[in-house]
């Protein structure tokens, strides 16, 4: 037979048995292009999922009547096409082949393959109305294939399992895995797992089913509804990040979450469980490490067993949020927290300090909360005012919120803070009892305690809008052991530009001053101040303590304008003032006179005074403006004043002169002239030569190292400089120029006599100069010749050169080589005088050098500790030629200049300790002189000795 039906071809053997009558028809038949979709009431399921496919293959069977009963089985190969669209159709497009056996009601596949657009389906079993029993291996790039079994498939996935149960509502039970799979408003990165589906109840089992999300994972058991109206899930995880959990909960989370949790809907969501997080952010607040009981019954959070710990900080206690109503409740402990962690709640910057321990209980909505609590803080601070230990209350109502602190025992202020207004502003009142106010009133050092009240306004987060008044009932300032006492109770009111006061007397030792009017804060903020009385300067100091001051002034003025540019009217007597300042060297004392001010100029009037024992007087007048001295013409006269200043130490000098300080304060300038009367100047010959080559007088920059200098210096007597090594006469005529800090030197130091002592020889100086030529440092250029007498010779000694650049040159008479004359005045003798000795070896002019160097050394070792150890002035010691003359060793030389005209020496050879040379030289002129001696082997001699000069 061959012949078309359900538009393709059929052909093969058709065998009729019992015919005619009820027949039936045996088949054998090869077919292609057969459409599926017209087969629909030979199928197996609900012909609404109709098969738009064109199949080619065999068949073998038998049918009865018109297909009433049958048996048939066969191949098919299946090519889809796309079918027009029918109403209550599932359109099954499939591609791919199969074996199949059909009968009435069942379909068996066998080897199955077929292709439904991105989803493949390999297939053994039984296809059955109510008791399908099919194998699948089914993997799709595209779930939403599927829709048509459950309306909410998507994303990508595999299933390897048994479907059974009804053909058009089975249940799939199986290993699947899932990607990307979207369910409501949350994407599932990937699970895998054991699933039980029951399309027909849209139930789905879960065992062991792995959710991975970003770098999250959890293990889901359980059973839920499909559109999570019925849910019974256990969650489980050890590591769940904040960004993985966040694209679930729509807030931004940090941190890392752990924990099991049973979910018992997901509409809406009911869920309880123990969660750990670690490090936990909260919408950019840092929370820290949390752990507590959650329940979560949509849209009720509710917190149990919460403990929260942040570094030191702590919080224990449990909560609610409602996400419908916004309403919240809580009971907390905080402990060990610094209010600076909540900045981020909204907790103005202006606050600070630590929670030592708090209770709090509130309710309402968030954002605007109902508290209740106290709480004890350390260190509390508002702006720069510190409480070191305080205690707090707190209630709220709505954005009102109420306070009241304890302050140790002298302190204690309610308040009320708008929490909804901008900037927090506050009404507030303060009682205080011997309160310190030292700082607010810029005291460095002493201490101001008052008592009274206050009424504050303001915002607490702007000290400029800050505002207030209230009364004095007493106060004290205790200074340097000095006490001002106000005697009545007082008023003020202030705001952040101005403080008022009204009826202000303070009493003290030798000062009553009455004050009333307004002080000014900012730089343009209106003056108007009037003061009257006499101030005891002891104050001064006490304010400023580098200054020292004592005595009385007696004021009478008004201070008016801008802090800016202050209008000075009024007059102040000194009355045996006195004034210094730590590190300078001299101050002023019996300090009388005038100041009178007028607007901006202040004038002094017949001041006079003491310094350094002379007469000093001071008249000129000085221009105020922006708050500094802008221009000062002050004459100072200066009679017989002695000057000891620290540096350079040893300096004594009387001074006469006339100087003139002007300019303004930022950069005065002292010129005039100086006429030295006295001058002694005692110190080491080191420390002199430091003097002279000093690059800084000051390596500390002083208060006055701005001030420029324009002084010429000039004595011709009384001019005296001493140490160890000289002892002369000078005339100065210098000028000082550059600054305190930086000063310069020009000008002329000579020597018109004196002495120089070396190595136990006077040194007359025929001439001595010090010239000063650089205009801008200290750079002194010397020339001094000295000489003097060493036994039979004439040394003449000369140091020469600039700065620290000195040389010394040496020459005698007879002329000996420098290298000898060395030895000489170090107390040795020359090469002849060696030579001139039977049976002595004769050293070189090197070895005597070296003899004498090492006595010069060891004398300037003696300078510095010599005097301290062995009460001597001369140490020397002679490595050559010493002792027995023929035995020669090392020596050491002792010596002690007892009276001007008497010696005495003690020589000990280092080599043995018999060898001792006692010498006792007495001078009976200056060319004439006894010497008693004993010599290394016990010999005592008497010889007078006899200097002349040819």
């Excluded at 304010?543 to 002034?553: H, K, L, R």
């Amino acid at each position: 037979m061959k012949t078309r039906i359900a538009a393709g071809e059929l052909n093969g053997s058709v065998v009729v048995e019992k015919f005619p009558g009820p027949s039936r028809v045996n088949v054998d038949l090869d077919y292609s292009g057969i459409d599926a979709a017209s087969l629909a009431r030979a199928y197996a399921w609900n012909p609404k999922y109709r098969i738009f496919s064109n199949v080619t293959g065999t068949l073998n069977g038998w049918f009865e009547g018109k297909l009433k009963r049958y048996d048939f089985s066969g191949t098919a190969d299946l090519k889809s096409y796309t079918p027009a669209r029918v109403a209550d159709l599932v359109p099954l497009p499939l591609d791919g082949s199969t074996e199949y056996e059909v009968s009435p009601g069942e379909a068996r596949v066998a080897n199955a393959d077929v292709r439904f657009y991105s989803t493949t389906v390999k297939a053994d079993g039984l296809i059955h109305e109510t008791k399908s029993d099919l194998k699948l291996a089914m993997r799709s790039s595209d779930l939403r294939n599927l829709a048509f079994l459950y309306s909410g498939a998507n994303g990508s996935g595999s299933f390897d399992g048994i479907l059974s149960g009804p053909a058009a509502r089975p249940v799939l039970e199986g290993e699947f895995t899932l990607q990307n799979h979207l369910y409501r408003e949350w994407k599932i990165q990937n699970a895998t797992g054991s699933a039980r589906l029951d399309t027909q109840t849209e139930n789905v089992d879960l065992r062991n089913v792995h959710v991975s999300q970003g770098e999250s994972q959890v293990v889901i058991n359980g059973r839920a509804h499909l559109d999570g109206s019925a849910v019974d899930l256990r969650v489980q995880s050890n590591r769940v990040t904040g960004p993985d959990l966040a694209v679930f909960i729509n807030r931004k989370v940090e941190g890392i979450f752990s924990g099991n949790v049973h979910i018992t809907a997901l509409t809406p969501v009911r869920l309880e469980g123990e969660v750990s997080v670690n490090d936990l952010w909260f919408d950019g607040r840092l929370i820290g490490d949390t752990r507590g009981h959650v329940r979560y019954f949509d849209p009720v959070v509710e917190l149990d067993q919460l403990s929260v710990r942040q570094g030191e900080a702590t919080l224990t206690g449990n909560g609610l949020f409602n996400r419908a109503t916004d309403t919240v409740k809580f009971s907390t402990h905080l402990a060990s927290a610094d209010l600076h962690r909540f900045a981020s709640l909204g907790l103005p910057g202006s606050l600070g300090g630590t929670i030592r321990q708090a209770d709090f209980r509130g309710d309402g909505t968030r954002i605007r909360p109902n508290i209740r609590g106290e709480a004890i803080l350390q260190n509390l601070s508002f702006y720069d005012e510190v409480f070191p230990q305080a205690r707090v209350e707190v209630s709220s109502t709505g954005s009102k919120l109420d306070l009241s602190l304890d302050a140790a025992r002298n302190l204690s202020l309610t308040a009320q803070v708008d929490t909804a207004g901008a900037g927090y502003p506050f009404t507030a009142r303060a009682n205080f009892t011997m309160y310190p106010l030292a700082r607010i009133a810029g005291l460095s050092e002493g201490t101001i305690l008052a008592t009274g009240n206050a009424i504050l306004s303001g915002l607490v987060t702007d000290s400029k809008r800050i505002r207030g008044d209230g009364s004095i009932e007493s106060a004290e300032a205790r200074l340097k052991q000095r006490t001002l006492r106000t005697t009545k109770p007082f008023t003020f009111d202030f705001n952040s530009e101005r403080l008022t006061l009204t009826g202000v007397t303070l009493t003290g030792e030798s000062t009553q001053v009455s004050l009333a009017g307004t002080i000014g804060f900012a730089a343009a903020a209106p003056l108007n101040l009037d003061v009257s009385g006499r101030l005891d300067l002891a104050f001064i100091a006490a304010a400023y303590p580098e200054w020292i001051s004592s005595g009385g002034m007696n004021v009478e003025g008004r201070i008016g304008g801008t802090v800016q540019n202050p209008d000075l009217r009024g007059l102040a007597h000194l009355a045996n003032a006195s004034f210094g300042r730590r590190g300078l060297f001299t101050s002023l004392s019996n300090l009388n006179g005038d100041l009178f001010f007028d607007q901006d100029r202040v004038t002094l009037s017949n001041i006079q005074g003491l310094m350094g024992g002379g007469n000093v007087r001071a008249q000129g007048a000085a221009l105020l403006q922006h708050g500094s001295v802008q221009a000062m013409n002050i004459r100072i006269e200066a009679d017989d004043v002695r000057l000891r200043p620290s540096y350079p130490e040893g300096l004594r000098t009387v001074v006469d002169g006339t100087l003139i300080l002007r300019g303004a304060w930022e950069a005065p300038v002292l010129e005039g002239n100086l006429q030295i009367q006295n001058l002694a100047y005692r110190s080491s010959f080191e420390e002199f030569l430091t003097l002279l080559t000093e690059r800084n007088v000051s390596a500390e920059s002083s208060p006055l190292g701005r001030l420029r200098l324009s002084v010429h210096v000039e004595g011709s007597r009384n001019i005296t400089i001493q140490n160890q090594l000289a002892d002369v006469e000078a005339r100065v005529d210098v000028d000082v120029k550059g600054t305190v800090e930086s000063p310069s030197l020009t000008g002329h130091i000579e020597a018109s006599g004196g002495t120089l002592l070396f190595q136990g020889n006077r040194y007359r100086v025929n001439r001595g100069n010090i010239d000063f030529v650089d205009p801008l440092r200290i750079e002194p250029v010397v020339d001094v010749q000295a000489e003097t007498e060493v036994r039979d010779y004439r040394v003449i000694l000369a140091i020469s050169g600039r700065g620290d650049q000195l040389h010394l040159d040496l020459r005698s008479d007879p002329p000996l080589p420098e290298l000898e004359i060395v030895s000489l005045i170090a107390g040795g003798r020359t090469r002849e005088e060696y030579a001139s000795r039977p049976g002595t070896s004769v050293p070189t002019s090197e070895q005597l050098f070296q003899s004498g160097a090492t006595s010069i050394l060891f004398d300037l070792l003696r300078q510095r500790v010599g005097g301290r150890i062995f009460g001597l002035n001369n140490v020397r010691l002679e490595p050559f030629l010493v002792g027995a003359e023929s035995n020669p060793g090392a020596r050491i030389t002792l010596s002690e200049q007892v009276t001007k005209d008497l010696s005495i020496s003690y020589s000990q050879d280092l080599a043995s300790n018999r060898q001792q040379i006692i010498l006792i030289e007495y001078f009976v002129s200056r060319n004439t002189s006894i010497l008693a001696s004993r010599d290394e082997l016990g010999n005592f001699g008497l010889d007078i000795r006899r200097r002349a000069r040819f």
